[in-house]
């Protein structure tokens, strides 16, 4: 018995890294596998290859799993909507979407291009909205379905260079919430997860000092993407019914609960302020609670578990 039993799944970026370790483990714990992939490079800039994903297809028929592949870009709301159809068409329906497809296009935001800001919005936040709109109706309707979106640290603490991969990953936080909170009644489950695991599309990001390498070699070794199957498949699961709107790291064998945002300190002042006195006296006493502008290796500075 399996935490997917009679399930079935769309799992994107399917074809390599977290996606595929998503597929293979939610094909083994039960679940019939629509394994969606474009087969293009980490920067997406080429028209894709239908090969990756039947790779990855092929993969979980010959372990006896249940699967089929898709080649289409989650970043076209048609194409999506055929995958949800492909989904009920072969396997009879559809229950849970594991959403990690992304793409790369870091830059210092005063170099950035408006096609590589478009191109990442595009396919992360786009992406999400596009498989969240198109199965949302159906999964209101049989009172069952969860979606398990990507966010990142580059958004969620931030990261230099990725000012795009940054806002679309933060805004799929605020498209997770708002999904978790409409679905609560329909029991309709949304939750993010931001990975530490070494990928194709890490392996992008510069190694520029000797810190920066360290980091790398960490990640190499002890940051897998095998280990952040477990939590999107355990999130994807039935059983997991009390779990929705939260926000999850997955660290080697560390899974990280994140807060969300709250007020953390405020002032008032009875006459009203200008921007004197709040220059004066609002910033100054609440400096002690700003939060500051480190990069995630600042807040994980320990070796992965």
């Known amino acids: 018995m399996g935490v997917l039993d009679g399930k079935v799944v769309i799992v994107t970026g399917a074809a390599g890294g977290i996606g595929k370790e998503c597929a293979l483990l939610a094909a083994r714990e039960g679940a019939k596998v629509v394994a969606n992939d474009l087969g293009g490079s980490v920067t997406g800039g080429d028209e894709g290859d239908a090969g990756p994903a039947e790779k990855t297809a092929q993969e979980i028929r010959a372990a006896g799993g249940e699967a089929v592949s898709n080649s289409e870009s989650v970043a076209s709301m048609t194409a999506v909507r055929a995958m949800v159809e492909q989904a009920r068409d072969t396997f009879g329906g559809l229950h849970a979407i594991i959403n990690p497809a992304g793409i790369l296009r870091d830059k210092m935001f005063h170099k950035m291009d408006d096609a590589d800001w478009d191109a990442v919005i595009e396919v992360h936040l786009r992406g999400a909205y596009n498989v969240s709109r198109a199965s949302i109706e159906l999964f209101r309707d049989q009172q069952d379905g969860a979606y398990v979106h990507f966010t990142s640290t580059s958004g969620l603490i931030g990261n230099i260079g990725q000012a795009n991969y940054a806002a679309a990953k933060l805004g799929v936080m605020g498209l997770s919430r708002i999904i978790a909170m409409e679905g609560l009644a329909k029991n309709v489950r949304s939750n993010i997860i931001a990975p530490f695991a070494w990928t194709r599309m890490i ?101 992965p578990i």
Do not use: C, H
């Open 203 to 303: 392996a992008t990001i510069p190694v520029k000092d000797e810190a920066s390498a360290q980091r790398v070699e960490r990640m190499k070794n002890a940051m897998r993407a095998d280990q952040v199957a477990q939590l999107a498949v355990a999130l994807a699961s039935p059983a997991a019914k009390e779990t929705s709107g939260q926000i999850f790291a997955v660290r080697g064998n560390e899974v990280v609960l994140f807060n969300q945002p709250r007020p953390v300190r405020s002032v008032a002042r009875i006459e009203g302020w200008t921007p004197q006195t709040l220059l004066d006296q609002a910033l100054p006493s609440m400096k002690a609670s700003f939060t500051d502008v480190g990069a995630s290796a600042s807040v994980f500075p320990y070796d």
